[in-house]
Structures are given as structure tokens and as C-alpha cells.
Nanobody, 119 residues
Framework: VHVEESGGGLVQAGGSLRLSCVASGSIYRVNAVEWYRQFPGQERDLVARVTRDGETNYADSVKGRFSVSRDNAKNTVYLQMNNVKVEDSAVYYC??????????????WGQGTQVTVSL
């Protein structure tokens, strides 16, 4: 199983960016997926979570600006980032709760994608 983020880059404050998280390999089911971000020298913080059924939760700092969605047929989860702020600059990671087999579930992390917001 492999998890990979994409879509990071440089964006101006107030702009938008969409990150993607794709799970591939021998997968029975992708369950909940979470987006985290990590600032230099700090721990990873939870940004958003989406269950397989589409229930979502957000950190207070991104509520109303970020939106998480998923396409189960493509094993893909998206993080739509609107009205971004300089303080949103971080490395963004996704973590998938994935069943490679129906009897097992593991957590898989991607390698991260850098988001940089400029003034």
C-alpha cells in the first residue's frame, strides 16, 4: 500500500489550492483519512478528517476555509484550501486508515507536500 500527496506549491494569501491524497496498491478498503500539517520544529497537527461515509471534522483554525472530500472509487481524498493565509504554510501530510485485507487495518502516511503562502 502506498499513500501519496500532491498539489502543494506556492500560492498568494487569499488564494486557493487543492491537495490530493491517493492510496494505491493492494487495498481492500480505505476507511477514514486525515490531513495533518507540520510547521518547522513542531509536531504534526490534525487539520481535517473524513470518514468513509463522508463525515468531516476540522481544526478550528481552518473551519470555513478548508474542505475535505473523497472519491472512494479512486481511493482519493482532497483538501480544498480557500482563502489561505501565510500561517497555513507548512508541510501537509495525509494519513489513511486502510485495510489491505478485510481482516486488517493499518495506518499509512504519505511523504508530505509543501504548501507555501506568500503575501
Amino acid at each position: 500500500v502506498h499513500v501519496e500527496e500532491s498539489g502543494g506549491g506556492l500560492v498568494q494569501a487569499g488564494g486557493s489550492l487543492r491537495l490530493s491524497c491517493v492510496a494505491s496498491g493492494s487495498i481492500y478498503r480505505v476507511n477514514a483519512v486525515e490531513w495533518y500539517r507540520q510547521f518547522p520544529g513542531q509536531e504534526r497537527d490534525l487539520v481535517a478528517r473524513v470518514t468513509r461515509d463522508g463525515e468531516t471534522n476540522y481544526a478550528d483554525s481552518v473551519k470555513g476555509r478548508f474542505s475535505v472530500s473523497r472519491d472512494n472509487a479512486k481511493n482519493t481524498v482532497y483538501l480544498q484550501m480557500n482563502n489561505v493565509k501565510v500561517e497555513d504554510s507548512a508541510v501537509y501530510y495525509c494519513k489513511g486508515e486502510i485495510q489491505p485485507h478485510r481482516n486488517y487495518e493499518f495506518e499509512y502516511w504519505g511523504q508530505g507536500t509543501q504548501v507555501t503562502v506568500s503575501l
